[in-house]
C-alpha cells in the first residue's frame, strides 16, 4: 500500500467534541487523506459516536473506522460507571471523569492502523492548557508513547518515523476555536458533554460543557451547543 508524497496518509482519533474535531481539520488542512478513528468503549454518552460520524463525513475522511472495546469492564470512571456520578463543579487533581489508561488503548488501536495504512502521522487533540487535569493529555507523556512506538512497530525499525501529532497541545480553549472556525469547522455537529443525552444536547454544567462554553466566550464566537 504505498503512497506518494502528494497522498500522505494520517490517522486522527476523533471523539465528535470539538477538540479531536478541530485536529482533524488541522489535518486536513496540511495535506492529509485523514482516516478518523472512534471507540465505542462503553462511554455513558452515546451521542458521541454519532457525532463522531458526522464531522468525519463534513471534513472528508476517507474512512471513518469505530472500534468496539469495553472499558466499563475495568471501571474506575465516571464516564464508564454509571454508579459513579459526572462532577457538575470543577475539582482538584485528577477527577473522576478520567478514565484509566484510555488514551494509551487509543493511541495504540490508532498505531496499528497506522502501519497497515503506511501512514507515520497520528494526531490526537490532546490539550494541556485548558482542560481538566488528566495526565495522558501531557506532553511529556506524549513524548514518551512517540518514543516507544518507534520501537515497537515494524515501521519505526523499518525507518519510517511515526509522528503522534498534538496540534492543539499549547493552545487555549479559545484559540482552539478560533482555529476550527477559520478552517471551516462547524461546531454545531460536534458533542462534548460527559452526560449528553442520546439526542446530543448537553447538561451545561459537567467539566467538558464549562471548559467549552468557556472557549467560546473567550473567542468571542457564538456557541452553537445544544443544552438540555
Not at 66 to 82: C, E, N
Not at 187 to 210: K, N
Request: charged share 25%.
Amino acid at each position: 500500500m504505498s503512497q506518494t508524497k502528494s497522498q500522505k496518509r494520517a490517522v486522527v482519533l476523533a471523539s465528535g467534541g470539538l477538540d479531536s474535531t478541530t485536529a482533524l481539520a488541522i489535518a486536513r488542512s496540511e495535506g492529509f487523506e485523514c482516516y478518523s478513528i472512534s471507540f465505542d468503549y462503553g462511554q455513558r454518552m452515546r451521542a458521541e459516536l454519532v457525532a463522531a460520524e458526522r464531522a468525519a463525513k463534513a471534513l472528508g475522511s476517507v474512512e471513518h473506522k469505530v472500534i468496539t472495546l469495553d472499558l466499563g469492564a475495568i471501571g474506575g470512571s465516571a464516564l464508564t460507571d454509571t454508579s459513579i456520578d459526572v462532577p457538575e463543579t470543577q475539582t482538584q487533581g485528577v477527577p473522576i471523569t478520567y478514565v484509566p489508561a484510555r488514551n494509551t488503548v487509543f493511541l495504540s488501536i490508532a498505531l496499528g492502523w497506522a502501519e497497515v495504512l503506511e501512514a507515520d502521522d497520528i494526531f490526537i487533540g490532546v490539550n494541556a492548557v485548558d482542560y481538566s487535569g488528566y495526565p495522558d493529555c501531557r506532553p511529556d507523556y506524549i513524548a514518551a508513547y512517540e518514543s516507544m512506538a518507534n520501537l515497537a512497530t515494524r515501521a519505526g525499525t523499518e525507518g519510517h518515523r511515526l509522528r503522534i501529532r498534538t496540534p492543539l497541545i499549547d493552545l487555549s480553549k479559545a484559540e482552539i476555536v478560533k482555529r476550527g472556525v477559520a478552517l471551516g469547522v462547524d461546531y454545531g455537529l460536534t458533542v462534548s458533554c460527559y452526560q449528553a443525552d442520546d439526542d446530543g444536547r448537553a447538561c451545561g454544567v459537567c467539566d467538558s460543557c464549562r471548559l467549552r462554553r468557556f472557549g467560546f466566550e473567550a473567542a468571542g464566537v457564538d456557541d452553537p451547543t445544544r443544552y438540555r
